[in-house]
């Protein structure tokens, strides 16, 4: 018992009186839940892998995008984790392929290139079909040091390298938006 | 009478992790608190009132709560963005840097309005000229002043004797310089140049903008980033992770192209 509580309280945002709850009710769970929940646990970490080509975690590589011919081979779009690939196929809007970095430039944590899936980045780029890098890190200034640090590295002079627009949020204030996205949205202000 | 359940403050942002489903735990410098950790509620929802405030390097106004674990920003006012400083990665990864050594030496609930000043000026000096490292070697120098680490530059703290205009040792172990008839069993001890100890006398006399008009020649430039990022990295008792990639940078020195 103190044992099952002790692994969950290793989970992020589970503290330990939350562990003790989960603990309990996987007791009180009958045995065939309890079983699936250990086996999806188990079979996770045993069937997926880092895709080859984007990195994404898949249970096949190449991942789904990738093997996809329908997709536009010739636009990357670079996200920091996998969560951000199933955002940005939520919109339905971009159908090119994908590189998930696994991370951000983190000086302060310790975090540098050498320890994001950047190496696999640049190597992608050597293709020569590829012709628009879009880098959708968060506009955060982490994000922003990732980006620029792509940007600069990247090593190709006829490969168009774009980011995602800065600005308003749907349903955002202007009273409450800070300075600099606020100058961000103006600067990127368009024809209606 | 009942303390009062909200208070205002200022403060720089040093660093955040997220919390829970959408919250963020801000680590933040205030002028009259020193360090203080807190609460920014959903500030991780893009429609948050708090997006966007709560970057590290920015200097906000806040209004606060007294939580029950932990203090909640209930309100925040960007009053310096540093937004020039946030064009350019080495300008960045220079204001983490400052952020990471006031973490480290900046105690909570113990104002420290110099260190916040300090760190104030300096970001405003990077901004001016990222390029430039005097910013960075003032900010140490003056980071051990404010903390009472201050070395000793003019006699030698084994001896006491007044210091010759010579080349000398210096050790943060023992406190700073000391002269070449005295040698202490010491692991930090090193060799200190005349001229490095003249540009660190100037930095004890002269403020940002003259310490940024500097110009040292490369050989006296690294002896003073080892002495003083060894001397900091020594009294904050581990070593300063954002150094690595900021030596990653200067080592490349790439022209800076902001996307």
């Keep these: 018992m103190s044992r099952l509580v002790q692994e969950l309280n290793r989970l992020p945002g589970i503290g330990p009186k939350s562990a003790q709850r989960l603990a309990y009710y996987i007791i009180r769970l009958p045995d065939e839940e309890a079983y699936a929940l250990a086996d999806a646990v188990t079979s996770v970490k045993q069937n997926i892998v880092f895709c080859e080509e984007c990195q994404n975690l898949t249970d096949a590589s190449p991942c789904q995008v990738c093997s996809d011919p329908r997709r536009d081979r010739t636009i990357i779009c670079v996200v920091e984790d996998p969560l951000d690939v199933l955002a940005m196929e939520r919109t339905r809007t971009f159908r090119g392929l994908y590189h998930v970095l696994h991370g951000v430039i983190s000086p302060i944590n310790g975090v540098g290139p050498d320890q994001l899936k950047l190496r696999e980045l640049f190597s992608r780029l050597n293709q020569p079909d590829i012709a628009e890098m879009v880098v959708a890190t968060n506009p955060t200034l982490e994000g922003e040091a990732t980006a620029m640090y792509i940007r600069r590295h990247q090593g190709r002079d006829d490969l168009k390298v774009t980011h995602l627009a800065r600005g308003l949020p749907v349903g955002g204030s202007l009273e409450y938006t800070d300075e600099t996205t606020l100058t961000r949205a103006f600067q990127g202000r368009q024809e209606i | ?259």
């Design chain 2, 1 to 259: 009478m009942a303390p009062p359940r909200t208070y205002r403050c200022e403060a720089i942002i040093l660093s955040y992790t997220p919390l829970g489903e959408a919250d963020l735990l801000v680590t933040m410098f205030t002028r009259d608190q020193g360090k203080v950790r807190a609460v920014g509620k959903g500030a991780r929802r893009s429609t948050s009132k708090l997006v966007g405030h709560l970057e590290p390097l920015t200097l906000m106004r806040m209004s606060m709560a007294h939580g029950r674990n932990m203090d909640i920003i209930s309100q925040g006012e960007v009053v310096q963005s540093f937004s020039k400083l946030k064009e350019d990665l080495t300008g960045i990864t220079k204001g983490l840097y400052l952020a990471e050594l006031v973490n480290g030496f900046g105690a909570e609930d113990s104002a420290n309005p110099e260190l916040y000043r300090l760190m104030i000026e300096t970001l405003l000096a990077i901004e001016t000229d990222p390029e430039s490292d005097m910013p960075l070697r003032f900010f140490e120098f003056h980071l051990l002043q404010v903390s009472g680490l201050m070395p000793e530059l003019y006699h030698c703290v084994e001896c006491r004797a007044e210091l010759e205009p010579d080349a000398h040792r210096f050790s943060p172990n023992v406190g700073g310089t000391l002269c070449l008839d005295c040698n202490p069993e010491d692991a930090h001890l090193r060799l200190l140049s005349l001229r490095a100890l003249k540009v660190l006398r100037l930095l004890d006399r002269s403020d940002i903008a003259a310490a940024c008009k500097l110009s040292l020649d490369d050989s006296l430039a690294a002896e003073l980033k080892s002495l003083l990022s060894t001397t900091v990295s020594y009294w904050l008792g581990k070593e300063i992770r954002s150094n690595s990639f900021l030596e990653r940078l200067n080592n490349e020195s790439l022209p800076e192209v902001y996307i």
